[in-house]
């Protein structure tokens, strides 16, 4: 089913509080597989599930700041899915910021898991948070290789490089990414098609093709996040699906947006941060718990696809 926005009400959202909690108490009992990845250009943490599944593999990225961020691959091997928490930048090895970073990186990945641990029905899913999300969007949009997208708190338009405001006109910044070695600024839509004509936004002119994903995509959202300079995650998921609708997408797409909630929202459950990104511990708990088992859904949906 193509779902608009779904929006997501306390009580719900603690409902699946408990829903979250029962998962995580199933799976922690046996821990994954950890295997640090130095191969084939890539870095990276690899987790394998206890058993043998038949579920998609993962590809894990983490925001502007870079380095590794393991728990959300952790957490999905114990729910039987393999997952690599694959570092693009800050770590040795790999560049010191996000600039001029090659979305060709992030495919290697994609490539790799489908020949080391061949996953179920040999698909693999990007899931990224903030600019690793944007990034995860990218890729998926450059490559059919990609089965789906899980994209939390992401700007859905190319940003420029990390520590850079979003003004195109500056001639000092760099972009964020490349692409055949190319640097990216992403894709306008037509004037006939922009949200606004006369003052387009930012998703209007440097808007991700979100429309040549090959595979469902889940946005999720928080709607006090203040941890984007020059748009808000919860407009730039609206835009994105807007983009889907104008270009008839035939995929599945869901935009899981919660009141109260902020930037921090990642996950995996219990949420532990301080609501620096906006939104309130409260809020962030909320969508925490819930979005965990609404992705869990999502990535067994693509599975049986």
């Known amino acids: 089913m ?47 599930p206890p058993n043998a599944s038949a579920m998609p593999a993962v590809v894990s990225l983490t925001g502007a700041g870079g380095g590794f961020f393991e728990p959300p691959a952790e957490a999905l091997a114990r729910a039987g899915f393999a997952a690599l928490a694959l570092a693009t930048h800050n770590v040795e090895g790999r560049p010191s910021t996000m600039r001029l970073l090659p979305v060709e990186y992030v495919l290697d990945a994609v490539q790799w898991l489908r020949r080391w641990v061949r996953p179920g029905r040999n698909k693999v899913v990007l899931r990224g948070w903030s600019r690793g999300g944007e990034l995860a969007l990218l890729a998926a949009s450059l490559s059919p290789s990609v089965n789906g997208v899980v994209a939390y708190a992401a700007r859905t338009y190319v940003g420029q490089e990390q520590n850079k405001p979003n003004n195109f006109d500056d001639p000092t910044a760099a972009a964020a990414f490349t692409w055949q070695g190319k640097p990216l600024a992403g894709e306008p839509l037509p004037e006939a098609m922009r949200f606004n004509r006369t003052n387009p936004c930012l998703e209007d002119l440097h808007g991700i093709a979100v429309e040549r994903i090959a595979g469902p995509i889940m946005l999720v959202t928080g709607s006090a996040d203040t941890g984007l300079a020059g748009t808000t995650p919860d407009f730039s998921a609206d835009q994105a699906m807007r983009r889907l609708e104008l270009f008839k997408s035939p995929w599945q797409r869901v935009h899981n947006h919660y009141p109260d909630a902020g930037h921090d929202i990642a996950g995996p459950p219990p949420y532990t941060g301080q609501a620096e990104g906006g939104g309130t511990v409260e809020g962030n708990t909320a969508a925490v718990a819930a979005s965990w088992p609404s992705a869990i859904g999502f990535l067994h949906s693509i599975a049986k696809a």
Do not use: K
Not at 19 to 26: D, E, T
């Open 2 to 48: 193509i779902t608009r926005r779904n929006i997501i009400l306390a009580g719900g959202a603690m409902a699946a509080a408990g829903i979250a909690s029962g998962l995580y108490a199933l799976t922690r009992e046996t821990a994954p597989q950890r295997i640090d990845i130095r191969q084939a250009g890539l870095v990276g943490t690899l987790f394998l």
